[in-house]
Structures are given as C-alpha cells and as structure tokens.
C-alpha cells in the first residue's frame, strides 16, 4: 500500500511541476499545514471523547452498560466468557457515540479475550466493521469545523446506511460461519 501511495505521490507532483513549477512548493507546504490542522483538531476531538469514556467507566455507566446488553451480546457472539462481552460492549457503547478512536483498546482486548472463539471473532469483527453509530462525533466536529451550514445532517444517512451493513453483515456471518 506504501507504494502505492509513493506513486501517486509522485505522478502527481511530476505532473505539477509540468505544469506550473512554481506552484509545487507552496501546494505541498499548503497541504502539510492542512494536515497538521486536522491532526490537531482531531486530536482535540478524540481528548475530549477519551476523557468522557474515561469518566463514564470510573462512574460505572459503562459497567452497567454492560451488564445491560449482556443478553444481547450473548446471543449475538455466542459466547460465555463475561470478560471478552464486558470488553465487547465497552466497545460497542463508545461506538455507538461516534467514539471509534476510544472504542479500540476495548476492541483489541475483546479480540484477545475471544482468542479460540472463531465465531465470536468474526462476528465482533463483521460488527465492527459495520460502524453503527447514533451520533457520529467525529465526523459532524470535521463538518462544523470546516464551516458546514448543517453538520448534523449526516446523521439520518449516516444511521441508515451502517444499520444496513450491520444487518447485511450480521446475516452473512450467521450463514458462512460456523459456530
């Protein structure tokens, strides 16, 4: 993949210093300042989603959460082990509220929890993959940063097209995997 990258990256700069030479160095140093603003906004946005996670596990919100879809979570991975599900839904949860860059050290505990449980782990994984998200924090923080007139209007779309993949996925991994 790194290579692919190195050359589109060098195609493009080859193509504008054909172009307009002059241009070349003020449009990479242009884009490396866009990148370093979207790194620290995101950063921001992660710190404060991190922290809130933080708080909510030291309340014991997600404790409870957990203990609430357990039966779900059950059912849905077809395991017993307690621990890999309280992982689970710690990750599920901070997905669910657009927290995906929190939702990853749940994530990689839960996949090392279920280390013999094929199905289980293509199941979290499938689930993962699917992105559910009620309130898509990241994406709707990017939108009104970059001045959107309305950057919750991602929301309905959003919700519609990951409860879609879910389901498609959840489906899938019933009919071609074996528990």
């Known amino acids: 993949?790194?290579?692919?990258?190195?050359?589109?990256?060098?195609?493009?700069?080859?193509?504008?210093?054909?172009?307009?030479?002059?241009?070349?160095?003020?449009?990479?140093?242009?884009?490396?300042?866009?990148?370093?603003?979207?790194?620290?906004?995101?950063?921001?946005?992660y710190a404060v989603w991190m922290g809130f996670l933080q708080v909510a596990q030291d309340a014991g919100v997600l404790r409870g959460m957990s203990r609430a879809m357990l039966p779900l979570t059950r059912r849905l991975f077809h395991t017993q082990n307690t621990q890999a599900l309280e992982q689970i839904s710690v990750n599920l949860a901070a997905n669910l509220c657009g927290m995906g860059g929190?939702?990853?050290?749940?994530?990689?505990?839960?996949?090392?929890?279920?280390?013999?449980?094929?199905?289980?782990?293509?199941?979290?994984?499938?689930?993962?993959?699917?992105?559910l998200q009620f309130f898509p924090?990241?994406?709707?923080?990017?939108?009104a940063q970059a001045g959107s007139l309305r950057p919750l209007s991602v929301l309905l779309p959003a919700l519609l097209a990951s409860l879609f993949s879910l389901a498609l996925g959840i489906l899938l991994v019933r009919l071609f995997c074996r528990r």
Do not use: H, K
């Open 137 to 143: 924090s990241t994406i709707i923080s990017l939108r």
């Open 1 to 45: 993949m790194n290579v692919l990258f190195v050359c589109i990256f060098a195609i493009s700069s080859a193509l504008v210093v054909l172009r307009d030479a002059s241009a070349f160095l003020p449009a990479l140093l242009e884009g490396a300042g866009n990148a370093v603003t979207l790194c620290l906004s995101l950063l921001a946005v």
């Open 102 to 131: 929190a939702a990853t050290g749940a994530g990689i505990s839960a996949m090392r929890l279920l280390d013999r449980e094929r199905y289980s782990q293509e199941m979290f994984f499938v689930v993962n993959c699917a992105g």
